[in-house]
Each structure stands twice: as structure tokens, then as C-alpha cells.
């Protein structure tokens, strides 16, 4: 993708590189790696998730599709395993790496299903 300032007319581009990688309960409450991104001439700032986001339930396997997270936060209940099930503190930060990095990132989230 290739975006343009309004004011300056200065280009950069950002395209995927490698993901959406899952976020699991083994990374509840820590920072994962969801996305690699290779993104020239620009400086990411903010990450807004938004909408159209895929959640399973960690103790039935309820998928629930489309899970809006404009407001950052999400609660519903599954009624397979009679929880409540929540998605909330949502924190992002952006990461600069090299090559060699991604490779090893990459490899974290191979193993990560197994």
C-alpha cells in the first residue's frame, strides 16, 4: 500500500510481510508479535484494531466471528462453557527489526500452535 501526505506529498509504502499471527491465552497479558509489517517512508504511530476480529472461546472452542474492537475492548458470554469472555487493555507498540529478528520471530510463532 502506498500512502501519500496531504501536506508534503512525501510517499512511503507498508505492506504485510508475514501474519496475522494468533494471539492465544498463553499470551494473555503479554505483548506478541500479530503482524509483520515492511514499511519504507513512514513512521507507524498507532495501531487501531477496529472490527472483524475472530476470537475462540479457550475452554469450549466457540469461535466468535466479527468481534468489534473499536471501543478497545469487548465482552460477551459463551454459552458452551457458561463464562463470560473478555478482550480489554489492549496495549500496541511498534518494534523495528532486522532481518535476522524476523526470522526468529517468525520461528516463535511456528511453534507457537504446536
Given at each position: ?24 491465552a498463553k499470551d494473555s497479558g503479554s505483548m506478541a508479535t500479530i ?80
Open positions: 500500500m502506498v500512502i501519500s501526505c496531504h501536506f508534503c506529498k512525501h510517499q512511503g509504502s507498508l505492506d504485510i510481510a508475514e501474519g496475522p499471527f494468533p494471539y492465544t503482524l509483520i509489517v515492511d514499511c519504507r517512508g513512514l513512521d507507524i504511530k498507532e495501531f487501531e484494531p477496529r472490527r472483524y476480529w475472530k476470537v475462540t472461546g479457550t475452554e469450549s472452542n466457540t469461535v466468535f466471528d466479527e468481534v468489534d474492537l473499536d471501543e478497545m475492548e469487548w465482552y460477551e458470554y459463551d454459552e458452551e462453557a457458561a463464562v463470560p469472555v473478555s478482550i480489554k487493555d489492549i496495549k500496541c507498540e511498534f518494534v523495528a527489526s532486522k532481518k535476522k529478528d524476523i526470522k526468529k520471530i517468525k520461528n516463535k510463532n511456528k511453534n507457537k500452535d504446536m
